[in-house]
């Protein structure tokens, strides 16, 4: 199975811009739909944004549409989350999950998951 990597979270201001790689390895990974959940603390995992292998669909919260962007290039194995207008209540571990079933946006769709990356938004 494709394994993920995430990377480019960190600290920023409210109203500032982050980018989220998500590099894969392994198996091909235009087999594989590909989405970002987040976990703030103390609550649980949320979905955030998903994309389909052909990239001709994409669904995002309603928390965060306007201000996200999925995208993924299959030629370099590798999906990105542009994040901006940030707000504190962005604040989570962001992940980035695979799934090679039905695209979906629940936990339950996706079967591959990345480490996290912590996003800080302060005030």
């Known amino acids: 199975q494709v394994q993920l990597v995430e990377s480019g979270g960190g600290l920023v201001q409210a109203g500032g811009s982050l980018r989220l790689s998500c590099a894969a390895s392994?198996?091909?990974?235009?087999?594989?739909?590909m989405g970002w959940f987040r976990q703030a603390p103390g609550k649980e995992r949320e979905f955030v944004a998903a994309?389909?292998?052909?990239?001709?669909?994409?669904d995002y919260a309603g928390s965060v549409k306007g201000r996200f962007t999925i995208s993924r290039d299959n030629t370099k194995n590798t999906m990105s989350l542009q994040m901006n207008t940030l707000k504190p209540e962005d604040t989570a571990v962001y992940y980035c999950?695979?799934?090679?079933?039905?695209?979906?946006?629940?936990?339950?769709?996706?079967?591959?998951w990345g480490q996290g990356t912590q996003v800080t938004v302060s005030a």
């Open positions: 999950a695979a799934s090679r079933g039905p695209y979906g946006l629940t936990q339950q769709e996706y079967d591959v």
């Open positions: 994309i389909t292998w052909t990239t001709r669909r994409t």
């Open positions: 392994g198996r091909t990974f235009s087999d594989y739909h």
